[in-house]
């Protein structure tokens, strides 16, 4: 018999009053009937939902919590109002005490960034969490990180993002030794910042858990030419929203360009099967959630206006890392690169 998976939610988080999380938690437990859910916000206002799901309802524990986070507010007022009363509070505790395996939030990303590395701890050797998104790409898929948790960055930092990233990949991806590339502002070894030519002379050695491919630009992250690309917070939060708003732009073309002419309508008949697998490939609900990597915990964040099939995939996320013993993995690595290069005398 398939062992549990208990799946802490963050009932008040998200836009538009997060009316996708009840549907998202119903396509999730269809592909997943081993989850067992632990719903954390108003408990009226969750049972006034949660009736129209009876199924959902059978395999869900209600929390009430008194106080919840705004979207727009900032981390230090929200754990200073919130601690230990917030739905994103009590969802991380839970945990931290073992009570659940995973938890998923769509709401404030800072507040929760926050909170959960003041309850989880980040894992030993690891300086600060990291926010790690999977990047659809022409060969498939890349895990680029970090994509907003730290800003401002040292060369140690990279290096624990690497090991992160190549973890993730490891258990995500089903790969025994990950390609690894660092983003920098040129190909060439004299190119970048000081701390990124120092991450770079350190991870090059062939004796590591992954295989370090160099640096790569900007334009190389869509084309996949690696399993995780490395970067720091600023210019990982940067790139990933230029590419939003670039898929958003291309599709708004396309729409007008369909209704320009009856020729074009005639033309996106004949060839509907190619732009619907385009679609596809550019939907942003496939890849929905950010994991925080570095924690003593597997916390993902979904995006604040997904949809319910996004929502059921930061789910599908939190499981496949948690089926496949990230942390122990991440503990392991860490270990194994420790003994090749000292993390105490890696220069900041």
């Not at 295989?211 to 490395?230: A, C, T, W």
Request: aromatic content about 8%; overall charge neutral; some cysteine.
């Amino acid at each position: 018999m398939t062992k549990e998976i208990i799946i802490a939610i963050d009932f008040m988080g998200g836009d538009d009053d997060a009316s996708f999380i009840l549907p998202g938690l119903r396509i999730a437990y269809e592909k997943h009937p081993e989850a067992r859910f632990k719903l954390f916000g108003d408990e009226n206002l969750i049972r006034s939902k949660i009736k129209y799901f009876p199924e959902l309802e059978k395999v869900s524990d209600i929390n009430h919590c008194e106080t919840f986070v705004r979207m727009d507010e900032k981390p230090s007022s929200s754990i200073k109002r919130g601690r230990g009363t917030s739905s994103i509070w009590k969802a991380i505790d839970s945990v931290k005490k073992g009570d659940s395996n995973i938890m998923i939030s769509a709401g404030n990303t800072g507040a929760l960034m926050a909170m959960a590395t003041l309850i989880l701890k980040t894992i030993s050797k690891i300086q600060r969490p990291a926010i790690a998104a999977i990047w659809p790409t022409i060969n498939g898929e890349t895990i680029v990180l970090d994509v907003g948790a730290t800003i401002g960055f040292n060369t140690k930092q990279l290096i624990d993002f690497s090991i992160l990233g190549a973890s993730m990949a490891q258990s995500v991806f089903d790969l025994d030794q990950p390609t690894i590339s660092l983003l920098n502002i040129g190909e060439e070894e004299i190119k970048g910042l000081d701390e990124i030519k120092k991450a770079h002379e350190i991870l090059k050695s062939d004796n590591y858990f992954f295989k370090y491919k160099g640096f790569v630009e900007g334009d190389q992250i869509g084309k996949g030419v690696s399993d995780v690309i490395v970067m720091d917070g600023f210019t990982g939060n940067v790139a990933l929203k230029t590419a939003e708003g670039t898929a958003s732009q291309i599709s708004t073309y396309f729409k007008d360009a369909i209704n320009r002419s009856f020729m074009a309508k005639i033309g996106y008949k004949l060839a509907k099967s190619a732009f619907e697998t385009l679609k596809e490939k550019m939907n942003p609900s496939r890849l929905n959630g950010g994991v925080f990597l570095g924690l003593n915990g597997i916390v993902i964040k979904s995006h604040g206006k997904t949809d319910p099939m996004g929502f059921s995939s930061a789910i599908d996320l939190g499981i496949d890392m948690h089926e496949s013993s990230l942390l122990l993995k991440i503990q392991r690595n860490i270990e194994l690169l420790d003994k090749e290069i000292n993390f105490d005398k890696i220069s900041n």
